[in-house]
């Protein structure tokens, strides 16, 4: 299990992490999300062991990972932008990847390359950043890592290896592994993950599952002729009809929005993004 305890990470004296605690147990995939600039990467560079922390610590089974050699091998960590050696092929770099890391199968690396269409006698001078990173995953995946670290996992790829990678990551978790995958597309998260950290100026502002977030809140199109008088976040107005999200479910925001004599026109489907901009505003608010 790796922990994460009273953990901040400054720069020039900025706390970019700030107190931040949690644990990532087994067997499930937990979504990271917050907009740029939140500490997404600051806090995944924690997490494996690259950054040091200025306060608090991570652990991985009780042992700190920042500069253990062995916890970092549990870990397979993809980054934004894949690092490989430029002029390596693709099967010269599962051959160098592969010797760091008692689990990894060679087999198995090219039968991933081969199902993410790359060519193992390409060079990766010459492949794309899709490419490269379709590379990242077929080497991460080559392995039987405990923890899977994905920091914005699908940007540049294409929609055909998104669900390769997607079933990837679910057989990874399926099979035991914890998986955290950052992200600020909430859209993809949403099909992917079962819990949500949301990271707001490296702060946890909301964890919970994705479907209690989605269950605590609820979206609305209504007239109302003072949006300041209401407990809700307004998406969208023109004049007075509004997209409204509540965080509270459907049955207590259709009560609360009629004792402010509010008229529902509509009952809309809450998603993800809807309830980050609404806890956003809270948390912006305290
Ligand atoms: P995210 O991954 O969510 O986009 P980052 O962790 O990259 O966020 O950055 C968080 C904050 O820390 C940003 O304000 C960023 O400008 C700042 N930051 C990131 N890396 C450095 C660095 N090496 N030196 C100084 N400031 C940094």
Redesign the pocket.
Known sequence: MIKVNELSKK??AEN?IDDLSFTLESGTIYGLI?S????????IKCLTGIYRPDKGEVTLDNNLIYENRNAKREIAYIEDTPQHINHFTVTRMGLYYGSFYDDFSHERFLELADELSLNPKAHISNMSLGQKKKLSFALAFARNAKHIILDEPENGLDNESRLVVRKLIQDAADNGASVLISSHDLTNIEDMCDTIFMIDKGKIIYTDSIDDILENASKWLIKATDASDLDAYVLQQEDDVMTVVLLRDRVSAREYLLSKNTTIIDSLKVELIDTYMALKEVGNNE
């Open positions: 720069y020039n970019v917050g740029n600039g939140s500490g997404k990467t600051t806090l």
